[in-house]
């Protein structure tokens, strides 16, 4: 069965520290793969996205994410975290081809000071 | 652009009511789609669209119906109102090209009695 899985339900980092956030897949062929930011009482915003070529993709914020297909992982990071980037990070999949999108159950990220 | 548009806001009905949740966007996506939020489950889909005059079921569609008679609209209609249906529910757009990423709406909370 197709799913998306983020083990960690919440992370805490300290403002200026690196960040990393899981994301494991299961697909029949490499999806297309997104990464989605909810801040609090908001809607979702695309932080990044995978479909093709170089593995590491650059998103906006300063985040990144590396695609490995040996790992069916498509991970986030960002070098410094700011206090701003509290929220809620979202991993998620569509299949070439199709546009129905499953989505992992999110990572809460807190930022302290 | 206004994106994607949803109202209300934040709704409370009593068990049986029915409602229907407004969506809107003019970016002339030709896929729309409506996903509820639940802590600790991600989004998951309940009905989506992938064009005027077509829609179809996602994960969780019962007690839903949708309806697309333009591309611009997709509301989401609750037939009989029960407490199971108190989440957040937020509606997207998205087009193939590139990749179906998706625009979501500022989300309507709802809570049912």
């Known amino acids: 069965a197709q799913s998306v899985t983020q083990p960690d339900i919440h992370i805490t980092v300290s403002e200026g520290a690196s960040l990393e956030l899981r994301c494991n897949y299961s697909?029949?062929?490499?999806?297309?793969l997104f990464w989605y930011v909810q801040s609090p009482g908001q809607g979702l915003q695309l932080l990044l996205k995978?479909?093709?070529?170089?593995?590491l993709v650059q998103g906006i914020k300063g985040f990144e994410a590396e695609f490995k297909r040996s790992q069916s992982s498509f991970n986030l990071r960002k070098p410094s975290v700011h206090w701003s980037d509290a929220a809620e990070y979202f991993c998620?999949?569509?299949?070439?081809?199709?546009?129905?999108?499953?989505f992992g159950a999110g990572t809460r990220l807190f930022v302290k000071a | 652009n206004a994106g994607v548009t949803q109202t209300p806001k934040f709704q409370v009905l009593k068990t049986g009511q029915s409602m229907t949740l407004q969506c809107a966007q003019d970016?002339?996506?030709?896929?729309m789609s409506w996903y509820r939020q639940d802590p600790g489950m991600g989004l998951r889909l309940i009905h989506y669209?992938?064009?005027?005059?077509?829609?179809d079921q996602g994960e969780v569609p019962n007690g839903y119906n949708v309806s697309r008679s333009t591309t611009e609209d997709f509301p989401l209609r609750l037939l009989s109102a029960a407490p199971s249906q108190t989440s957040v529910y937020f509606c997207?757009?998205?087009?193939?090209?590139?990749?179906?990423?998706?625009?979501f709406g500022p989300g309507t909370r709802l809570t049912v009695t």
């Open positions: 997207a757009s998205s087009r193939e090209d590139p990749g179906y990423e998706q625009y």
């Open positions: 697909y029949g062929a490499t999806p297309y």
């Open positions: 995978y479909f093709s070529g170089d593995t």
């Open positions: 998620a999949v569509a299949p070439r081809g199709g546009f129905k999108t499953i």
């Open positions: 970016m002339n996506h030709e896929y």
């Open positions: 669209s992938v064009g005027a005059g077509i829609t």
